[in-house]
Structure formats: structure tokens, C-alpha cells
């Protein structure tokens, strides 16, 4: 799947759409700290935003959320670099051989 960029209205943030179904989104934020809740975040080797020059970082944990907290339209002014979206799609599988169970709301 190609991942996409969408506004999370809740968390007055971007994040990385990894996956969907007709109600949800599995995704991970974009943000510009290296921790939440005391887990690294994953590091971006550039920012997605070409007009951002901090260090960014998306969040270790995959979300599911309603698509209704979401913008209607992709933020076509984010795009991950091939290097990034090749860090995503190995962290992703790595997680899934871990087991680790996704979060939930």
C-alpha cells in the first residue's frame, strides 16, 4: 500500500495513514519530538514537510481510529522519502513478527 498523509482534527496533528477500511484508519503520527509516553519515536531521516526544516519523527505505536477524526483530503504538501517509507514498511513488519498488539480506542 502507498502510505498518505491526512489531518488527525483530535490530535491536532498530521498522520501517516498506513492502512483503512470503510470506518478506520491504522496510522502513526507525525511529530517533532523523539519520545511520547516514554517510547522513542521513530526518526525520519527528512522532515516530510519540505517547508519544516525541525527533525521529524513518527510515533512507535500504530493506531485504529474512526476516519470521521480525519481531514476529507490527503496533505499533499507531505511526502515521505523512499528511505523513510522503507523504514516504515521494515518497522511494520517487525512489529508484526513481535506480536505486538496495536492500540486501540
Request: proline letters at 5%; a positive charge.
Amino acid at each position: 500500500m502507498k502510505y498518505f498523509f491526512k489531518y488527525n482534527f483530535r490530535a491536532k496533528h498530521y498522520a501517516l495513514i498506513l492502512s483503512e477500511n470503510k470506518k478506520f484508519y491504522k496510522y502513526l503520527m507525525l511529530t517533532h519530538e523523539n519520545k511520547t509516553n516514554d517510547k522513542n519515536n521513530i526518526p525520519l531521516s527528512s522532515n516530510p514537510n519540505i517547508f519544516d526544516e525541525k527533525p521529524a519523527f513518527l510515533s512507535a505505536r500504530v493506531v485504529t481510529r474512526s476516519k470521521s477524526i480525519f481531514s476529507k483530503k490527503e496533505a499533499k504538501h507531505l511526502q515521505l522519502s523512499p528511505e523513510d517509507e522503507l523504514l516504515v514498511t521494515n518497522s511494520l513488519k517487525a512489529k508484526n513478527k513481535s506480536n505486538e498488539p496495536e492500540r486501540e480506542r
